[in-house]
């Protein structure tokens, strides 16, 4: 039986990995430790989450850990050495607001909790995948000094940007801009990831998503815009639009679609490759386009919108999966944004 490691087992991405690599016979080892409602309180919770995939999968092996505990990730590595044949890095903190807030804690998390799993694997398992879910915030604001047209609900790239057509691609400068807290720990991991690859020889591979969603998604007001929308609109609470008159765009990419792409890899890695990951031009939308369309469907989603934008807050991104879809042509985009909203309407019924 083949094994496969996921930390943050719980979170929105790992714990679709966990339901797919379990339901394809692998021994699952998933370590977490509920950072989430640490994070974010009780909209971050993930106890039940775990609880349930425990139930569920008798082959999936969770350990309550914390990733920057280098003493337990290393006693946990050596205990499955040279059996692991795919590492899956999601566990994060992932908010630029809370970042500010605790800084140490966020690049603890970040980049020592990334460096100790990468060590861990050189040192245990150096032939297995390794896979890290980075972010598009490695780049920074830099998208934000181009020039966009608006229309009554977005933002758009002008047409004469080379960007325009497609999205954002690797090519985007990761130097000079205002990235946050939050993107300078992942840049740390994400670089970290890549060296792995390159100096050591493992087979590394950092995808920097966009928005991740998905019916799982415990989204909260500080991380996971579309879920949290969705909550709001459900439960009868009151949305706050952080800047940009609600036309700021968003490529949204399901957790199905993000685990299909670990198994793309899984079946054909790389060494120190990165990707830029997310729902591209067929899965993306303006937080005007959210609530018009839960307005749409008969909620009445109380919601106010404030001037100030979060710091290094995009404008608009969408991203170019073309070079993945270069490397991996099996792979595809499956829902756009809209299906995500109705899914995740769906799960808070059920």
């Known amino acids: 039986m083949s094994k496969v490691l996921v930390t943050g087992s719980s979170g929105l991405i790992g714990n679709e ?12 080892i998933g370590i977490d430790n509920n950072f989430r409602k640490l994070f974010f309180g009780q909209d971050g919770d993930t106890e039940s989450i ?4 425990q139930t569920d999968f008798n082959n999936f092996y969770f350990n309550n850990g914390d990733i920057r505990d280098t003493g337990f990730i290393n006693t946990l590595f050596e205990k499955h050495k040279g059996e692991i044949d795919l590492v899956i890095h999601a566990a994060a903190q992932p908010s630029h607001d809370w970042a500010a807030r605790n800084p140490l804690l966020d690049f603890e998390v970040n980049s020592l909790g990334t460096l100790n799993l990468l060590e861990a694997t050189r040192l245990f398992m150096p032939n297995a995948v390794f896979i890290y879910i980075s972010t598009n915030k490695v780049y920074g604001d830099i998208s934000n000094s181009f020039e966009y047209s608006e229309s009554e609900n977005r933002y758009s790239l002008e047409k004469s ?4 057509q497609h999205g954002f691609n690797e090519s985007l400068p990761i130097d000079q801009s ?14 970290l990831t890549q060296e792995y690859g390159k100096y050591f020889g493992l087979k590394t591979t950092a995808l920097r998503g966009g928005c991740l969603s998905g019916p799982t998604h415990q989204g909260a007001e500080l991380h996971g815009f579309l879920s949290y929308l969705v909550k709001c609109a459900y439960q009868n609470k009151h949305y706050t639009v952080f800047g940009y008159k609600g036309k700021q765009v968003r490529d949204n990419l399901h957790s199905i679609d993000v685990v299909q792409a670990f198994w793309e890899i899984f079946n054909n890695p790389k060494v120190g490759e990165v990707y830029n990951i997310g729902g591209s031009i067929y899965s993306n939308i303006s937080i005007r386009e959210a609530i018009n369309y839960l307005i749409e469907k008969s909620f009445t989603l109380s919601h106010t919108f404030k001037d100030d934008s979060r710091l290094g807050d995009h404008k608009w991104w969408i991203s ?11 792979w595809k985009v499956t829902r756009n944004a809209f299906d995500i909203i109705d899914e995740t309407l769906m799960a808070l019924k059920s």
């Not at 775990?50 to 995939?53: A, C, G, I, N, V």
């Not at 940007?161 to 325009?164: A, H, I, L, R």
């Not at 807290?181 to 670089?191: E, T």
């Open 320 to 330: 170019d999966v073309r070079k993945f879809q270069t490397h991996y042509p099996k």
């Open 161 to 164: 940007n080379p960007f325009s």
């Open 50 to 53: 775990s609880s349930h995939l």
């Open 178 to 191: 205002l990235h946050s807290l939050f993107g300078v720990s992942k840049l740390s991991a994400d670089l």
């Open 17 to 28: 990995t966990v339901r797919f690599f379990a339901k394809k016979n692998f021994e699952v």
